[in-house]
């Protein structure tokens, strides 16, 4: 195994709200004991135990095509055709409620890779017309965090803080990346050939040489993170639970250029949108900032809302999603509220999905919602089948 030197480091989550293991929702800690504790108890809210909470899942849709690959139980996906709602396929046949997938679906042409919470990969193809099982590998630790895809290797980060590597095409395990014991949530990403990992416990964001494991370079100075990362103009943007959007200069070995500081923490990862960042937090505070300083141009906060997606822009709109259903259009430029609705008995984790005007979601309990962006977010449930 390539184990990557690094300095150990803890950054206790600040001037946040801790989530509730069972529900999700937030209330902000009162000591220091709580702010450490916090860490177990998203823990808990995310992987569950017995009387707590049971792993569910909360991966996004992804369109293969013109069809769109949902998880509808956990563990379980199908290939529907959101335009009249039939479900082409499921795969597995019976739901598998002990992997449940809060990784995304990787899908490269007909194929895709499924990594669930137990730590079961598999890769599905349906050139046929129906899913086939090419391979499973069962690793040793959960994983949390989307993986990503590098040519014929399949980069699969784990909650022990182990980048696996796997074969694409035959799902042989090669020598995995150790980048310390700490747990990766948010999916690394993969830019001109360097893959960047940071992680929920120490707050450090590595820069790797995904084929050799080695390190490039080592950032300790910013806060835990449950989010993707995000890479755009030689830039890495990491939402943290320190409260503050961090902004890194890949050339300058990752060396911090601004940090904002909002209202609560960013679990979501941010957009970047020409020249502007669009951030939410977990208290319903939208900010739209500067990209080059992190000079803050407008906010706006949704009553009662928390925001565990990523803001997205439809038909003109930025549109952000609250975990209670709510769904909110405003004006990219200025913040100004265009409309609002919002979803009845809905709880919503996973990133929403665009598609023309349209956003397709999933809820908690794997329902599945088209949400009309010019009909002043107007949503259907569509009818999944059996």
């Not at 999700?24 to 177990?40: C, F």
């Not at 300058?252 to 990862?269: I, L, N, T, V, Y």
């Amino acid at each position: 195994m390539f184990h990557v030197k690094h300095q150990h480091s803890f950054h206790t989550i600040n001037n946040g709200r801790s989530v509730d293991p069972r529900t999700g929702s937030g209330t902000r800690p009162r000591t220091r004991r709580g702010l450490v504790a916090l860490v177990a108890g998203l823990a808990l809210f995310l992987g569950g135990c017995v009387g707590i909470a049971q792993p569910v899942g909360w991966s996004q849709p992804v369109f293969s095509g013109e069809t769109l690959l949902v998880q509808v139980a956990p563990g379980q996906v199908a290939l529907i055709d959101p335009g009249t709602s039939a479900t082409l396929w499921r795969f597995p046949d019976d739901s598998e409620s002990s992997n449940p997938l809060y990784a995304n679906p990787v899908i490269d042409g007909s194929s895709a890779y499924l990594a669930g919470y137990d730590g079961i990969v598999r890769r599905i193809d349906w050139n046929s017309g129906s899913p086939v099982q090419a391979w499973e590998t069962r690793l040793d630790s959960r994983v949390v965090a989307t993986p990503v895809l590098d040519g014929e290797t399949l980069l699969v980060p784990t909650e022990d803080g182990r980048v696996e590597r796997l074969n694409t095409v035959t799902g042989a395990r090669a020598e995995a990346i150790r980048t310390g014991e700490r747990r990766i949530w948010g999916s690394p990403v993969l830019a001109a050939g360097v893959l960047y990992v940071s992680d929920l416990d120490s707050g450090a964001t590595v820069a790797l040489d995904p084929r050799s494991g080695a390190e490039i370079w080592h950032q300790s100075a910013v806060g835990a993170s449950a989010a993707d990362l995000v890479v755009s103009g030689g830039m890495l943007y990491l939402a943290s639970f320190d409260r503050a959007i961090h902004a890194l200069d890949l050339g300058s070995a990752g060396a911090e250029r601004w940090q904002f500081k909002g209202d609560g923490w960013f679990m979501a990862p941010p957009i970047v949108v020409n020249d502007v960042i669009y951030a939410a937090t977990m208290r319903g505070t939208v900010y739209a900032l500067d990209r080059e300083t992190g000079a803050e141009q407008w906010k706006h906060t949704v009553t009662d809302a928390e925001f565990r997606a990523s803001p997205v822009i439809v038909g003109g709109n930025l549109i952000v999603i609250g975990r209670k259903g709510q769904v909110t259009a405003l004006d990219p430029s200025t913040g100004f509220p265009r409309w609002s609705s919002t979803i009845e008995n809905a709880e919503l984790n996973a990133h929403p999905t665009v598609r023309g005007t349209d956003i397709y979601l999933v809820t908690a309990k794997h329902e599945v919602l088209r949400v009309d962006t010019t009909n002043a977010g107007a949503y259907v449930r569509l009818a999944v089948s059996n």
